[in-house]
């Protein structure tokens, strides 16, 4: 009897400190590589994880959330995401794998979770004015970080201010090279742990012929940011910097120069495209 203690202590101690052990002996789901690197990220880690569509960023979100709400407790987590019935949802991922977990629950509504030892996980709107105030000790989820405005974002950072062992997390599939998740992913903060989870990186996540599919569904630019991470332009302009790259550019005559073309040995004309210094800044495709 005694030892059988000894070992189910040691398991519990085991899945306090690996959320990955805990996800494939209690969850039952083998978490893939990108996966296992965000539940293991440290305490007071910030995660920036590029995905493409259908990878299971909620759901890992889900998993390290409600493994915290176990082995932590009296900690509070929170998800935003663009719309509050989006955050209720993510809120719903972790009740499934609490309930698999035998978790006792205090309360449970549709966009609040509490567990008998005080460990609570709340679905934020999508508005920053009602956000402010919260202190967050255990998760911060910005799910589709690239659709969240940046005063949400800006209410969200500070909440872990009194907490520095809270983690933060931007997950998000690609959107623009302007908004707030392509900032940081793009950016050269050595803090941030950036997680790459699309179909260029693995080659398991989708098959060739859906893919295919997709492709010609969507069109180029929208399959490329869905499934690869490529973001688009400035949304707010309708011709992209390729367009104009090929309407302005003057290319040389194949024949010699000569009167029929422009004066002998002057240097053929060419205008400036201004997209070009803000493409090597990367701030466009």
Known sequence: MKIANKTNQLRQLAYRLDPVVWVREVV????????????????????AALTARQV?????????????MLFYPGSLSVIACPAQRQSAEAVRR????????????????????????????????????????LTVDAW?????????????????RPMRARRP?????????????????????????????RLNATADTDA???????????????GEHAFKREYFGVPGGSEA?????????????????????????????EAPMRIPNPFHSLQAKGLIP
Request: glycine residues 6%; hydrophobic residues 45%.
């Open 237 to 265: 302009s309708l011709f992209p910097w390729e367009l104009f790259d090929r309407a302005t550019r003057t290319d040389g005559p194949v024949l010699p120069p000569g009167p029929a073309f422009q004066p002998t040995g």
């Open 140 to 156: 911060i989820i910005a799910d589709e970080a690239a659709r969240l405005t940046d005063e949400l974002i800006a209410a969200l």
């Open 28 to 47: 039952g789901v083998t978490p893939t590589e990108w996966q296992e690197i965000f539940l293991r990220a440290p305490r007071g880690a910030s995660v």
């Open 204 to 218: 398991t996540l989708f098959t060739p012929e859906f893919l295919e599919a997709e492709r010609r569904a969507l």
């Open 165 to 193: 062992n809270a983690r933060y997390a931007m997950l998000s599939t690609a959107w623009s090279r302007t908004d707030p998740f392509w900032t940081v992913w793009a950016g050269d903060d050595p803090s941030w742990i």
């Open 56 to 68: 299971g960023k909620t759901t890992t979100a889900a998993w390290a959330i409600a493994h915290a």
């Open 94 to 133: 972790v009740k499934e794998v609490l309930v698999k977990a035998s978790a006792k629950f205090k309360s449970d509504n549709v966009y609040a979770l509490e567990l008998e030892n005080g460990c609570r996980v709340l679905a934020l709107p999508s508005g920053d004015d009602t956000v402010r105030g």
